[in-house]
Each structure stands twice: as C-alpha cells, then as structure tokens.
C-alpha cells in the first residue's frame, strides 16, 4: 500500500506473512506505483470479470 500523507509525503507499507515493513524510498515507491498501474491496465471491468467468474462456475 501506498500512504498519502498531508503534505505530499508518500510511504510505502509492506506485509509478508513474517513481518511489516515501511519505506520512504522514492524508488521503491515508484517501483511499487508502476507495477500498480501495470495490473490495473491489464485486469478486467468488474462486469467482465463477473461474467468470466460464471462461464467457468463449476456446480457440483
């Protein structure tokens, strides 16, 4: 996650399952906001991803 302060500052919070962990880093925040905006640009709509989750339901 990224933290938008008052101010502009920004802070990045990382979690693993063995620890959290926080960094000012400007390039591991943009590192992090790139890869963001990379996985927004490739996911589905919401309603194509409904529509996708019902194609392959299984019903048993």
Do not use: F, H
């Not at 620890?19 to 390039?27: K, L, M, S, T």
């Amino acid at each position: 996650m990224i933290a938008e302060l008052p101010g502009k500052e920004r802070l990045l919070c990382l979690d693993n399952a063995a620890r959290g962990q926080i960094a000012d880093y400007p390039e591991w925040i943009g590192l992090v906001q790139r890869k963001w905006e990379y996985l927004l640009a490739e996911a589905l709509s919401e309603r194509a991803s409904l529509d996708l989750i019902k194609k392959l339901k299984v019903t048993s």
